[in-house]
């Protein structure tokens, strides 16, 4: 039975030899010691690259908790992706389309699920994941443990740190430690490490645990850092010097300093300003300088010391300047109209010496006096608007100081409206805003409004914007404005909306999204609307299998093994007549009815197609399928020494193999002949 056609793959590398493949069903095939089998011989087509599949699924999951796994693919051909998979577990579910093998295993799943292979086919050659297990573990309930210890202590003082624990199940409870540091002891019954000390270093990955006989847990690892005793610090120094000074005017500054216990501090500087004295008890640098010290002294430094160490401020400055009148305050810059306006400045100079002020750019509704500054008036209303530039000079004769400019506007008093209106309200429902304004006494404010809805009335004496929408009136009444005025001048409320809102029905419920062919189906929603409107229902995307009710919303049928596939974005809706409610898009995956197996064996090539010994092989390639010319299905067995292989979760029909046998480097050999098995 077999047939032996060289394949030529490369200029130098040598070929494998062809295959024989068996299929034990009910009789052997020729070639295998049967009879009846046909030898076919294939030429493999390097120009087909097969697809890719890669990625790292989880082996385990714990009872209660969600299972994900989705596999990787390129696609060089850029065909339609299939997938498929073996040995699915019970309680999970797989997705053709993507390869998604997903679920959440009850505690009834506790145990391991062997030999899961995923399988992707572009539709001419496939590729599979390796075999994995998934181990479904129980949900234990381990004690807890708990505490942050201290991670650093100085060499000679006391360390302790006692875990909080606590077990679920109420029963004894024993400690342990890792890594305790050689200075310390450790409690197993209550967890606590202490000690004290001697020198100083790092005792890292100190891990403390807590058991209950079956399960365990244990604190994040930590390092407790021993440091050495701190020298006697330094004398420490700070303060911020005054930099300037006026001629004749007292000058002091007194730095604070700290140094050890026991130890007297004394102070020195260098660069003392030759009008000053320094004192080396307590630091102070004091002076008044004449008008014939006007002038900068630079770079003075004062540092203090305790006889071991010493310390410095940073060297500063100190500016002497010439003697003038100063003037200070802060003027108003607003007025009303009608009320009474005044500044005076706080001025001062030197003594003998008489003060006088001027002002530049005084207000017309102003007066000013120039022997206190005083700027003082009461505008009217013909004097609203900005007065500015306005400057207040004082002046000894000899020198003089200015505030700086400054503006006062003159306002008009307007009304005022204030309140935040609704800007939402259902059909049928009463909606009412009433504006709260104030305005001048003696003057009467009216109201007015911009873009009234329909549906509404306006009181122009309150601002009160009332009324009822009907059904008619659903959707957005934008830009409404309501505005106040005294009869000189209105002030408005921002602009607003008010959205009259229908009130829709409401739908609810969960429709199953798997269904095997031959099952039935079938999904009712839950819905509700407004009282005495009738309710109806449709759908988009009904599955070509099902039927639907427009008056309860049921979607219902038995897919037959020809609706095999995903019938996705199915949604459905319930409508009062005037609005609508709709539950989310979903999907149904109708899946088929698995039933058949498969044995292959075949006898492994020993040599190339040039006679050379074969000494590299690294497994075998079964491609498979329901047509002997489209075998668009593929397990990789990746063992050199495999002599036969049983293929599962086959259809009823008659399924079609060869075995391809392939090297370490990637070499492929002919394909074996073609067996095949009918499957009832």
């Known amino acids: 039975m077999e047939s032996q056609v060289g394949t030529v793959f490369s200029r130098r590398a040598p070929v494998l030899g062809a295959l024989t493949l068996c299929v034990f069903a009910v009789a052997a095939l020729a070639g295998c010691g049967g009879g009846g089998g046909t030898d076919v011989s294939t030429v493999v087509d390097a120009s087909v690259k097969p697809p890719t599949i890669s990625g790292t699924p989880a082996t385990q999951v714990t009872a209660g908790q969600a299972y994900s796994f989705t596999p990787t693919t390129t696609n060089p051909t850029g065909n339609t992706l299939s997938f498929s998979v073996q040995n699915l577990p019970s309680w999970a579910t797989f997705s053709t389309s993507n390869g998604a093998l997903s679920g959440t295993p009850s505690s009834s799943n506790v145990g391991t699920f062997p030999n899961i292979v995923i399988s992707v086919s572009n539709g001419k050659v496939s590729a599979s994941l390796p075999p994995f297990s998934i181990q479904v573990a129980p949900d234990p309930q381990p004690p807890t443990i708990s505490g942050t210890p201290a991670t650093q202590v100085t060499a000679g003082q006391a360390y302790s740190f006692t875990p909080t624990a606590t077990d679920p199940a109420g029963g004894s409870l024993t400690f342990s430690i890792q890594n305790l540091p050689s200075w310390a002891t450790f409690s197993t019954s209550t967890g606590a490490l202490s000690g004290t000390p001697a020198s100083a270093g790092t005792f890292a990955n100190i891990v403390i645990s807590v058991s209950d006989g079956q399960l365990s847990a244990s604190l994040p690892a930590f390092s407790i850092q021993v440091t050495a005793v701190a020298p006697p610090p330094a004398p420490t120094i700070s303060g911020v010097p005054a930099t300037s000074v006026t001629a004749g005017h007292p000058y002091s500054f007194t730095p604070s300093a700290s140094g050890p216990a026991g130890l007297t501090l004394t102070f020195s500087v260098q660069n003392l300003p030759s009008w000053a004295t320094f004192s080396t008890s307590t630091g102070t640098l004091s002076g008044t300088p004449p008008a014939a010290y006007v002038g900068t002294f630079t770079n003075i430094i004062i540092s203090v010391s305790d006889g071991q160490a010493s310390a410095s401020l940073p060297g500063f400055s100190i500016q002497v300047n010439a003697q003038s009148p100063t003037i200070s305050g802060t003027p108003a810059t607003t007025v009303n109209e009608g009320q009474a306006y005044s500044f005076t400045p706080t001025a001062s100079g030197p003594t003998g010496l008489t003060l006088s002020y001027s002002v530049q750019n005084l207000p017309s509704w102003a007066s000013f006096n120039t022997s206190t500054g005083t700027l003082s008036g009461t505008p009217s209303s013909s004097n609203v608007g900005t007065f500015s530039g306005i400057v207040i000079t004082v002046s000894d004769g000899p020198a003089s100081a200015s505030?700086?400019?400054?503006?006062?506007?003159?306002?008009?008093?307007?009304?005022?409206?204030?309140?935040?209106?609704?800007?939402?309200v259902n059909e049928a429902q009463a909606y009412s805003f009433t504006p709260t304004a104030t305005g001048p006494s003696g003057l009467a404010l009216s109201f007015s409004v911009q873009n009234l809805p329909s549906w509404a009335s306006f009181n122009a004496t309150t601002g009160t914007l009332s009324g009822t929408p009907s059904s008619s009136n659903v959707g957005t009444f934008s830009n409404i404005v309501i505005s106040v005025s005294d009869g000189q001048l209105s002030a408005s409320l921002a602009a607003f909306s008010i959205q009259v809102k229908a009130v829709p029905p409401t739908i609810g419920g969960t429709p199953s999204t798997l269904v095997t062919a031959g099952q039935a189906y079938s999904f009712t929603p839950t819905a509700s609307g407004p009282a005495g409107l009738t309710l109806g229902f449709s759908v988009q995307n009904?599955?070509?299998?099902?039927?639907?009710?427009?008056?309860?919303?049921?979607?219902?049928?038995?897919?037959?093994?020809?609706?095999?596939?995903?019938?996705?974005?199915?949604?459905?809706?319930?409508?009062?007549?005037?609005?609508?409610?709709a539950l989310p898009a979903f999907s149904i995956q109708v899946n088929a009815v698995v039933s058949g197996t498969a044995t292959l064996s075949w006898v492994a090539p020993t040599t190339n197609t040039d006679g050379s010994p074969l000494t590299d092989l690294a497994g075998f390639i079964i491609n498979y399928g329901t047509s002997a010319t489209n075998l668009s299905q593929q397990i990789t067995v990746s063992s050199a020494t495999a002599t036969g292989y049983t293929v599962t979760g086959l259809t009823t029909g008659t399924w079609y193999f060869t075995v391809i046998a392939y090297t370490t480097v990637g070499t492929q050999s002919a394909p074996s002949n073609v067996g095949s098995k009918a499957i009832s």
Do not use: E, R, Y
């Not at 505030?403 to 609704?422: D, M, Y």
């Not at 599955?543 to 974005?569: C, D, K, L, M, R």
């Not at 459905?572 to 609508?580: F, K, L, R």
């Open 403 to 424: 505030l700086a400019a400054f503006s006062i506007q003159v306002k008009a008093v307007p009304p005022t409206i204030s309140g935040t209106p609704s800007t939402a």
């Open 542 to 581: 009904l599955p070509s299998w099902a039927t639907f009710s427009v008056a309860t919303g049921t979607v219902s049928g038995t897919p037959s093994s020809s609706n095999v596939g995903t019938f996705a974005n199915i949604v459905i809706s319930v409508s009062d007549g005037q609005a609508s409610a």
